[in-house]
């Protein structure tokens, strides 16, 4: 699956971090101090259980130059949502999903509206993390919180949303 992380900061970069090391083509879309760790050493995912070390992703500044997805785990802060979703046009076909996992409940209905809500996967995430430095994420309770729940914005059950739960399997 092409995944596209969008706002690959440290829920984003841990999620992602997940997905390539299961052997999916990720794009990290970062910024600052972060995006230039990524590129020049890599992600490095820190927990209790393990330390997860990914030498060489993909880390780029915009969603443009990340290219189309299947799945854009959109993670940007919520006070960003409407100027970020103005930039997915350049990542989404007619088969991509946006999972969307801001705090609060306004990201979902504006990115329905916008993208449609067949397309649109909402998530809550249950697991603190934090970036311990750039291209460094702490992640302290990964065992005891556990980590995404999500379903099908339009209530039913979807292909994209069944594709998804597959890649995170």
Known sequence: MR????????LGGYFGAKFQSAGHDVSFVARGAHLEALKEYGLRIESDDETTRLPVVNAVA????????????????NYDVERAAADL?????????????QNGVSAQPYLAGTFGA???????VRLPAHIKSPGAIRVPAETEMGGLVFGAYCGAPTDSARSVLEAFT
């Open 3 to 10: 995944i596209v992380v969008y706002g690959a900061g440290a």
């Open 62 to 77: 915009t969603i443009a130059e990340a290219g189309p997805a299947d799945l854009i785990f959109f993670a940007v802060k």
């Open 89 to 101: 046009a350049t990542a989404i076909t007619t088969e991509t999903a946006i999972m969307t996992v």
């Open 118 to 124: 067949d397309r649109i996967l909402p998530g809550i």
